[in-house]
């Protein structure tokens, strides 16, 4: 394995750290400021796009897309560093770069498996960031966590699909500037449990489409995500040249599509977690408490010199991962995704909480970036299929080896 940068790579890593440095953390608390004063909370605040202005104009732009008919043409190794910079800064830097959750997945899906029209009509602009789009897979009243469980009816009519049903945690779908949903629902109930589920594109503005509540995780609105909705389909009629790849094919589409996204959380989640050490450190260098600063006292020495192991056991992985899923494909490292799912977020959650604590009440206040990063972090043990059902799978493929 041979986790050594290329030249692009490097040079990316030093323009995007400029770009950080002289545009991103800067812009923070104005963003912090421009999101208290909104009108419309899941709005983005304007300076994302002075942000995404200043991100095209140095190149930094559809970084995540491998394809190179339609991004940057990095393999996940070549991604790993600067997702992980992205995510020193991520209510931000991800949309400024056109890199952000859940659009970076819907374009890999259209990219993969959307016809030539579909991809003229909604993966065309998503590139351009023109727009932004949901994922509705997610559903209130069953077991979500087991993708084969959806509930929502996808049934044919003729020409068209007629879609009923309730998804919640859309994500993206309270952005006033999502224009298409892409909606996850059984075809064929009678067929074998895999093949039951099919995706297909509804534009937010098509009848019978009713929003009827924006999520919060943990209080915060996620705007970076463009918002999480509830949302009922009620007889929605879309034409079947609306569906994606096939119908039975939603299962593996999800499949496909939750890899990548998976690994570029765990990639971001590593820069969350440095970010916090940093701020840590900062702070028990700067403050005095029983006549010492913190930095001298015990508890706080053991707190970093485990951050700092923990992180780098993580970043570790995930380069593994993005190394493996580069040379032997997504399905060769599967067990390592599941791994890193497992592992990051916990990581991430475990350094932050420490720096939270020894930021005081500083540090659950909206002064310092640490709640928000906390919040996002405990998120991510459910996003993207639970701890539990990452371990239960984990546990299955190794001991399938034994027992065989």
Known sequence: MDFAFDERTERLRAELTDFLTEHVYPAEPVYARQVEEATDPWAAPPVLDELKAEARRRGLWNLFLPDERFGAGLGNLAYAPLAELTGRSPALAPEALNC???????????????????????????????????????????????????????????????????????????????????????????????????????????????????????????????????????????????????????????????????????????????????????RVTERVAFGRPLAEQGVIGEWIAESRVRIEQARLLVLKTAWLMDTVGNRGAHTEIQAIKIATPATAEWVIDKAIQAHGGAGVSQDFPLAVLWAQARMLRIADGPDEVHRMSLARRELKRHRS
């Open 100 to 282: 952000s959750a859940p659009d970076t997945g819907n374009m890999e899906l259209l990219a993969a498996f959307g016809s030539p029209e579909q991809q003229q009509r909604w993966l065309e602009p998503l590139l351009a960031g023109e727009i932004r789009s949901a994922f509705c897979m997610t559903e209130p009243e069953v077991a979500s966590s087991d993708a084969a469980n959806i509930a929502t009816r996808i049934d044919r009519d003729g020409d068209h699909y007629v879609i009923n049903g309730r998804k919640w945690f859309s994500s993206g779908a309270m952005s006033p500037r999502c224009a298409v949903f892409i909606v996850m629902g059984k075809t064929d109930p009678t067929a074998e449990r895999h093949r039951q589920q099919s995706m297909v594109l509804v534009p937010r503005d098509t009848p019978g489409v009713h929003i009827r509540r924006g999520l919060t995780v943990f209080g915060y609105t996620d705007g970076p995500h463009g918002g999480h909705a509830e949302i009922e389909f009620r007889d929605v009629r879309v034409p079947v040249s609306n569906v994606v790849g096939g119908e039975g094919e939603g299962f593996a589409i999800a499949q496909a599509r939750l890899g990548p996204g998976r690994i570029h959380h765990c990639m971001r989640l590593v820069g969350m977690a440095e970010r916090a050490l940093e701020l840590m450190c900062r």
